[in-house]
């Protein structure tokens, strides 16, 4: 039986505010070890709890049994009732200290060693590649949810805005934060598991640069610094189903990746390019980015 | 869910051309258990490699794999699938097999292929039961679903003190006829009923409330699988008005609490069409299958069992009554099936048994829901069906 949250976890400090609900460092009383408190508030008509919670829960309660290394246990699930009409959920994953972003910052001067970013992002598309695998898109990766334990463990999380993937669901509009997302996302087109990858590849090369890649202010301006690197797609690729014009953009030349990503090496180079797609049909799968060249080559790790 | 294109007698590659030579050995493979002698080897060095030589996605598979202990897929080495992927390859394969068609030389080659072939026929029918959006992850999914399953069977089949067989098979009873009622999905009412199963184990129900406990399950279910919902009072009216919608609800969460919104569930249905699509199974046959699986639900004995051996069990009975004329290439084809599916020998001739006696009683018991509900002409009358009375008996069994 789930223990009242008040009672086992003790809060200890405010980790941060989503679009869900807060999220708060805790204190397991049981077992004394730090846990990661998000609570959800749900609001509950005549029909019970909402059905996106329950399969949403559900969700992540199966991902839990594969035990995956590269995404963060869930460790246990409270629900209480608030009220008639609202009822509060916790989910209580393991508490890692430190995201990618800090593990960036904290990175000493010539940043991270290619061994260890060959390293890092092979975790990172292995928890990815589970996630599809599983039908589920992460559609928010970036580096602040992406947790590195003191071990070098990656470990994705924040699966706040994860849904089961479905073609016929209504996919909302906003939900990769604005440098991580993909053409399809700003252009407001259909997507799919391409996303993640997009954000991925732009973590990539953050990873090396150790700022991001593309840092736009609205959705064109967006489009307009990715165009600057990966060039204008031609016209049979722009999606047709936009209201945003491809004539609204200059006529760019790709220009060579390692001009904003110096330090990579040719086949890593190779691997950005081919998750930095424009047409998220012919950008690369988690599972195939982890068969490429660049994961082979071990003399990255000297 | 599509139900049609189980039955297409597409062949099945070349391999039913020499179907009886083939036959015993793919017996064989199927009911190996230690690893094919030509692949141990590779077997043995994989195991040793460091972890840099693998292919990264497949590390945490296999040392899940290896928890797997009940040999759902016998002689079945995740390692041996890594070269075979594309359809190709089959293909590439094929030529060895033909070059040996007689006696035991041809048996290591014919063992390399099964598997490729059977991964590539798991694809295809996961992809024709539209349970899959991109092939690329067909067999990812098809090992989970292996996996998952084995913690959907229980230790044992025994019910708390005040509750009986009977008591449980008069609740499966009302709730498939309530899941007819609904129009709702076939796997909303496996869903509901393996709720069932495991709150009566994990939570306090008392007899009064085990109706509502019922309802609230397939409730739950059809809010995992189904678009439209039902409003909580029809349900109470469905009930009689015999507890409030604040009583269903304070269940629902007693449930979701009790069972740790741990709803994920492997039906035996989607392994009965992933088998009979594979098996090539006529419409038929599969009707007969679904039939007899759903009477399963009812058997207090079946929660022991693994969600593929039931299916199994009911396409083995299905086709032991309907006694359809073979082709070289369906039993080929049943073959291949059958190397997924059979896992222990004696625990599929149980679950045979216990449904053949089922069906043979369907008509005279009280509980007889799915009786009524596969005599319609949609299900082809599978339920009337002359066989089903002396299926006990074809399986040598009498009673």
């Given at each position: 039986m789930a223990h009242v949250t008040g009672v086992q976890y003790e809060p200890v400090a405010e980790i941060g505010g989503g679009a869900y609900g807060t999220v708060y460092k805790a204190r397991d009383l049981e077992s004394g070890q730090f846990v990661a408190l998000k609570s959800v508030r749900v609001q509950t008509d005549q029909n019970g709890l909402p059905v996106s919670t329950v399969r949403e829960v559900a969700l992540l309660k199966r991902l839990e049994?594969?035990?995956?290394?590269n995404v963060v246990r869930l460790m246990d699930v409270c629900a209480t009732q608030r009220s008639d009409q609202e009822t509060k959920v916790t989910l209580v994953f393991e508490h890692v200290d430190q995201d990618l972003k800090t593990y960036l910052e904290k990175a000493p001067a010539p940043g991270l060693s290619p061994g260890r970013i060959q390293d890092l992002m092979r975790q990172l598309l292995c928890g990815v590649s589970f996630l599809h695998s599983n039908r589920v898109l992460h559609r928010d990766l970036k580096p602040e949810n992406i947790l590195v334990t003191s071990q070098g463990q990656v470990k994705l999380a924040d699966f706040g805005l994860a849904r089961i993937y479905s073609c016929h669901m209504a996919l909302t509009p906003v939900v990769v934060t604005l440098w991580y997302r993909p053409p399809e996302v700003l252009l407001q087109s259909s997507y799919a598991t391409p996303v993640d990858i997009w954000s991925t590849g732009c973590i990539f090369a953050e990873m090396f640069r150790?700022?991001?890649l593309f840092c736009g202010e609205s959705e064109v301006d967006q489009l307009g610094k990715l165009f600057e690197v990966i060039g204008l797609p031609p016209e049979d690729e722009w999606p047709t189903d936009v209201t945003l014009s491809r004539k609204h953009f200059p006529p760019l030349l790709p220009r060579p990746i390692t001009d904003f990503v110096p330090e990579i090496n040719e086949q890593g180079a190779q691997l950005l390019l081919k998750m930095l797609t424009f047409d998220p049909l012919k950008r690369i799968s988690a599972l195939n980015a982890l068969e490429h060249p660049y994961f082979q080559d071990e003399e990255t790790l000297t | 869910m599509a139900k049609t294109g189980f039955c297409d007698s597409k062949p099945l590659l070349d391999l039913h051309k020499k179907a009886d030579e083939r036959r015993a050995p793919l017996r064989t493979w199927s009911n190996a258990c230690g690893p094919i002698e030509r692949w141990q080897p590779v077997e043995v060095d994989e195991s040793r490699m460091a972890p840099v030589k693998m292919e990264p996605e497949h590390r945490w598979e296999r040392r899940l794999s290896a928890q797997t202990s009940e040999g759902i897929l016998m002689g079945f080495h995740e390692d041996s699938f890594t070269h075979s992927a594309a359809d190709g390859c089959v293909e590439e394969e094929e030529e060895p097999v033909l070059l040996y068609?007689?006696?035991?030389?041809?048996l290591p080659s014919l063992q390399a292929l099964v598997p490729s072939l059977l991964r590539h026929e798991v694809e295809t029918a996961l992809e024709k039961l539209d349970l899959i959006w991109d092939r690329a992850y067909a067999w990812d999914m098809f090992l989970d679903m292996a996996r998952t399953q084995t913690r959907n069977s229980f230790p044992t089949a025994d019910l708390p003190r005040h509750f009986t067989d009977l008591t449980r098979s008069v609740l499966v009873d009302w709730l498939i006829q309530v899941h007819e009622l609904m129009h709702f999905q076939e796997e909303t009412l496996y869903l509901a009923i393996h709720l069932v199963n495991r709150s009566l184990r994990a939570i306090k129900i008392t007899t009064v409330n085990l109706q509502l406990l019922g309802m609230v399950c397939l409730f739950l279910a059809a809010k995992m699988e189904e678009c439209l919902l039902p409003e909580v009072s029809g349900l109470c009216f469905l009930m009689d008005h015999t507890y409030t919608k604040h009583q269903l609800l304070r269940m629902e969460r007693k449930v979701l609490l009790g069972l740790k919104f741990d709803l994920s569930y492997c039906p035996p249905l989607h392994f009965l069409l992933l088998l009979a699509s594979v098996a090539r199974c006529s419409a038929k046959a599969v009707w007969m299958a679904r039939y007899l699986l759903e009477l399963s639900l009812l058997e207090g004995q079946c929660v022991l069992f693994l969600p593929v051996q039931l299916a199994g069990a009911a396409l083995c009975v299905s086709r032991q009554v309907l006694q359809e004329p073979s082709t070289p290439g369906g039993e080929a084809a049943w073959c291949l099936a059958s190397s997924v599916h059979v896992g222990s020998e004696t625990a599929l001739l149980r679950i045979m048994h216990i449904l053949a006696n089922a069906a043979a009683k369907a008509h005279t018991r009280e509980t007889c829901a799915s009786f009524i509900k596969f005599s319609s002409p949609e299900t082809m009358?599978?339920?009337?069906?002359?066989?089903l009375k002396n299926a006990p008996g074809l399986l040598g069994v009498c009673t």
């Open positions: 049994q594969f035990d995956h290394p150790r700022k991001p | 068609p007689h006696g035991l030389q041809g009358q599978v339920s009337r069906h002359a066989g």
